[in-house]
């Protein structure tokens, strides 16, 4: 398995407070991403980084920001959190930008907000 | 637009039966690579199976095969000789280009003894 591990698990806040997840890898990957997933719709792209301080948006990142200061870490952050982020969020990572190597994920976060 | 289409909400299959998962992808772009993903109860994404859209032949992985039309713009799942471990949720994705796994809605697969 690859070696991603998102913190928290599960997570319950109030909206409009700040929320950051983690994602943390030990496979020395450049490419991380963070998807959140919905009934119905998928996994959707919200913010994908592609080096440290690189950094790109998806197609769902309104209200989400994104930073990557060390290689292994790729933090998401809801500035002020509204219950339509409740969601589960997965982490993934990528050896390569080529359309022929597969993302691996993490294991989710899942965040309700009340 | 959506670029992958599971047109599948569930399917039920006997237990060691073979069972198809539909997936249908558009994009212009010659190269792209499309995967299989399968979603258990427990929630983890795991990577099943991979075809890229200039290999000739049909990818397989175990009891996996993907059943890749070019121009059909299909690439449907084939699970042989199924297990009740494999009742879960399929996902199909692609990826074009230098970045993003763009996903389908999911199809549930519910195995019966």
């Known amino acids: 398995d690859a070696g991603i591990t998102q913190s928290p698990r599960h997570k319950v806040t109030e909206t409009g407070t700040p929320v950051t997840l983690r994602c943390h890898q030990t496979e020395n990957h450049r490419y991380m991403y963070w998807y959140r997933q919905d009934p119905g719709h998928g996994l959707r792209l919200i913010h994908y980084s592609y080096g440290v301080k690189d950094t790109d948006k998806g197609e769902v990142s309104d209200g989400y920001s994104v930073s990557r200061s060390k290689t292994e870490d790729f933090l998401l952050t809801l500035e002020s959190a509204t219950s339509s982020q409740t969601s589960v969020y997965f982490c993934?990572?990528?050896?390569?930008?080529?359309?022929?190597?597969?993302?691996?994920f993490g294991n989710g976060t899942r965040l309700t907000v009340t | 637009a959506q670029k992958i289409t599971q047109t599948q909400p569930g399917m039920f299959v006997q237990e060691k039966e073979a069972v198809t998962l539909d997936c249908t992808y558009d994009?212009?772009?010659?190269?792209?690579?499309l995967f299989w993903y399968k979603q258990p109860s427990s929630g983890e994404m795991i990577f099943l199976i991979y075809?890229?859209?200039?290999?000739?032949q049909n990818a397989t992985e175990g009891r996996y095969s993907l059943n890749f039309q070019k121009a059909r713009k299909s690439a449907n799942l084939v699970i042989s000789a199924s297990q009740l471990g494999d009742s879960a949720m399929y996902f199909c994705a692609m990826r074009e280009g230098v970045d993003k796994l763009v996903f389908g809605a999911g199809t549930i697969l519910r195995v019966k003894s």
């Open positions: 993934a990572i990528s050896a390569s930008p080529d359309e022929n190597s597969p993302l691996h």
């Open positions: 075809q890229g859209s200039y290999d000739q």
């Open positions: 994009t212009s772009d010659p190269s792209y690579g």
